[in-house]
């Protein structure tokens, strides 16, 4: 697993987590481990982090981004609709998102963070592409600023899709194996935050795949519909964001 430079990694059993402190500020992220439970995990974390509230999206596989703003800053936890990502630039905000196979993106800097969640529905419809320019745009700053990571997801080796993904993703993403078609969910998405203009040095990708790590991690590949999800989150805390 590769830890971006300037970040201080700690894990345990109930999850992993990432630090870092810069000139605007400091930004955390992280995931939960198959032993966490969830609504201990989350008091924990917003207890580690000092969050102020908490904002997941009602995850639907579209490629819809909404930013919480300041508007909402009163309410400590509550679930944002129709949308599969989401942005902010209010201080001790936590977005997150769950997953079980499908990719979680954080992207953070210039003040900001925006959690996504993409699936392969999500990664065609290019929601990743989608959150950097809704944030540059808003914003009205450069995306090279931005610096995203890609947490635990299915891995190409394990990923085996139909020959019809062949009509809706770039030959690129659709490795053959064994003879079979297999879809690199992570590549896909780290080319979409590259053709929004975040240079893949400032792209980290974690390469931890839950059915790989199934022993750790839940994984709808390997567990089938009774499978648990993973809480992927990121937080700015203090005055501003991290870049």
Known sequence: MKVPPGFVYRSNAHGDVFEAR???GAVAWG???RNARPAEYKRAVMRSQRVLRWVAPVQTHSSRVT?????RVREKAFLARGCDALWTRCPGTLLS???ADCL???IFGAGAVAMVHAGWRGTHKQIAFETVRRMSRSMRTNPGRFRAVLGPAIC???YEVGPE?????DRRFLPRIAGKPHL???AANRAQLEAAGISRSRITMLMICPKCRNDRFFSYRAEGRGAGRIISWIVMTGDGGFC
Request: hydrophobic share 40%; glycine share 10%; proline share 7%.
């Open 97 to 99: 998102v769950k997953t």
């Open 67 to 71: 930013e919480i703003g300041r508007d």
């Open 22 to 24: 810069g000139p605007e």
């Open 31 to 33: 995931f939960s481990a």
């Open 184 to 186: 690199d969910l992570a």
């Open 104 to 106: 979680p993106v954080g």
């Open 156 to 158: 190409r080796k394990c």
């Open 165 to 169: 993904f062949a009509r809706i993703f």
